[in-house]
């Protein structure tokens, strides 16, 4: 569905759930009742969901999950993780991280 | 602003990633002024080039984009004076880095002065047209740069430097670690399902967490009310 009619609508529809949540309680303030239970688990969504991206990206290598040594993207994305603790800094930890990797392709082949 | 600074390769990375993809160029651009949202832009064409169906692409970012809500209750009350018509272009352009600028400014003793919602349109602009400019140089740029270079591993990383400070405390590291293993133990979960899967599970993790940090914290409390006892 890369370009047609349904990635259309796909893109709108998230567009406006998106700006749905901006806008639900700036909108909805005095109206709207939420469980405290859903206030506190909102507080792990970010981490949850962007490390479930993260994982398999470097994990997954060709269909299945390699932690060998071989897995060089596994071993980048370590240091960046290392990096990302130590210095808190995001360009940093994209630049080391990319470093490393282009430096492994090169000696590893 | 430093924070452009982060804003401008985040873009452009998305841009490139977006074309080898296989998103049209218009689809990749529109997408930067419908969603307006970076990580859930990524992983929306991330899983379009892996043919996830619809309502898949949907709900992951569904799910990424929650957070929103969060930054929309904490930001209302400094905007519950203005009328609908701010309201609803100040919600567009609530992004993170937005979110970031404005609550700074409204947490001043001023609670950000009377001009208060004139500094969150102003970041919330500046960050719009750049981000729509550096999504275009990405996508032109994307064409011309080789597979060799790897580029989608931006991705990972820019998510590892988003993560890795917010693990701040025990829930956070136990939705992390809970989300990370069941990431890839239902890799193979039908319809690339798994994205949500994994998140739902580290929620879980960090609110089970919580709970019993809780418990650990009020037990503590009420020994210590009790300082006769043997």
Known sequence: MTDSATLWLTLGVIGLITFAYRLSFIALMDRLRVPALVTRALRFVPVAALTAIIVPELVISNGTADLSLDNLRLIAGAVAIIVAWRTKNTLLTIGVGMAVLWALQLVMG | ?230
């Not at chain 2, 970076?38 to 996830?52: C, D, E, K, V, Y």
């Not at chain 2, 988003?162 to 809970?178: E, F, G, S």
């Open chain 2, 1 to 230: 602003m430093p924070i452009l600074l982060g804003v401008i390769p985040f873009g452009m990375i998305y841009g490139a990633l977006a074309v080898s993809a296989g998103l049209t160029a218009s689809a990749s651009l529109a997408m930067s002024s419908v969603v307006f949202a970076g990580s859930a832009q990524f992983i929306t064409a991330q899983l379009i080039a892996q043919a996830a169906p619809w309502f898949v692409v949907i709900l992951t970012a569904a799910i990424v984009n929650l957070r929103h809500m969060l930054y929309s209750a904490s930001l209302a009350p400094y905007v519950q004076h203005l009328p609908m018509r701010w309201k609803a272009g100040l919600a567009y352009l609530l992004t993170d880095e937005a979110y970031a600028m404005a609550i700074t400014r409204f947490h001043q003793p001023d609670r950000g002065g009377a001009f208060g919602h004139w500094y969150f349109l102003g970041a919330g602009l500046t960050l719009w047209a750049t981000w729509q400019l550096s999504t275009l140089a990405g996508v032109m740029a994307g064409a011309l740069v080789p597979p060799a270079w790897s580029l989608d591993f931006a991705l990972p990383l820019t998510f590892i430097a988003i993560v890795v400070p917010a693990l701040k405390d025990r829930p956070a590291i136990a939705t992390a670690l809970v989300a990370g293993v069941m990431s890839v133990l239902a890799f193979d979960m039908l319809l690339k399902l798994s994205i949500v899967a994994a998140t739902l599970c580290g929620i879980v993790a960090g609110l089970l967490a919580e709970a019993v940090n809780g418990w650990a914290h009020a037990k503590r409390k009420t020994q210590d009310a009790r300082p006769n006892d043997p």
